[in-house]
């Protein structure tokens, strides 16, 4: 009798893990090419993005790179883009024993190649867009995402993460002088509302020099409340460590 529930137990719980599939995410990076970032802080934007994104990246992952610039949403441009989902891992020659060592294996060199190829995309990039530079439309940006937020997935789950300063400085907003929490409240009531569902946000400012503190907070404070207000999950936000995003990359649940 022991033995029979032993092993109604056991199919019972192959049944249930069979049934699981692991969660998908659809990475969404937006990248600051505004001549107000120094250029030591966008080199460790991209190094963020190959280092602690991509190899973070499952097999069923994928991520596009957007520009943050005068131009983000009249000129949009896909820098990068990579969707692990579209390629194989397997083949039918593989040893069964062997089988998920050798997938892990092909999908890591799969990785690293696709990295090497990052460096001189970014460049270009950057390059490229030189003379869109000298304004920044992160809320453009943010508006672009939504051509490429996948809210039909039941599995996958939207990850935006933007690398700025977070200064707004377009033609419609600027926030050079956001500088307490009353600025913060009044450009919060002037700005236009944002929709951007089923999405967790991340952002990384990088250390700049000379950046004066009391604009960081005011900042802080108007982005926090705005994603609040418009009922966008912001998870972190930070000039430094990427700790919270690496735990929801590499912490990933299987529902």
Not at 183 to 201: C, Q, S
Not at 212 to 239: G, M, R
Request: proline share 2%; with cysteine; charged share 30%.
């Amino acid at each position: 009798m022991k033995k029979i529930v032993l092993f109604l137990i056991s199919i019972m719980f192959l049944f249930f893990s069979c049934g699981k599939k692991e969660k998908t995410y659809n990475i969404i990076c937006l990248v600051d090419f505004s001549k107000s970032i120094p250029q030591n802080v966008i080199e460790s934007y991209k190094d963020i993005i190959k280092n602690n994104v991509v190899k973070s990246m499952s097999f069923t992952d994928r991520m596009i790179v957007l520009p943050i610039d005068y131009g983000s949403q009249t000129n949009a441009t896909e820098i990068y883009h990579i969707d692990f989902a579209l390629n194989s891992y397997e083949k039918d020659m593989d040893s069964p024993a062997q089988k998920d060592r050798i997938k892990k294996r092909r999908f890591d060199e799969s990785k690293d190649s696709l990295i090497k190829t990052f460096d001189s995309l970014y460049y270009a990039a950057l390059s490229s867009r030189e003379k869109l530079s000298k304004k920044t439309d992160i809320i453009g940006a943010l508006k672009e995402t939504r051509r490429y937020l996948d809210d039909k997935n039941e599995d996958c789950e939207n990850l935006i993460i933007l690398f700025s300063d977070m200064v707004q400085e377009s033609d419609k907003y600027n926030f050079t002088s956001l500088r307490n929490t009353k600025d913060a409240e009044r450009f919060l009531e002037k700005t236009e509302a944002m929709e951007i569902p089923k999405t967790k946000v991340f952002v990384y400012t990088g250390v700049i020099q000379d950046f004066p503190p009391d604009q960081y907070s005011a900042l802080k404070t108007y982005w926090t409340e705005y994603f609040k207000k418009y009922n966008i999950n912001l998870l972190e936000y930070t000039s430094g460590g990427t700790s919270i995003l690496e735990k929801t990359l590499t912490g990933r649940s299987k529902e």
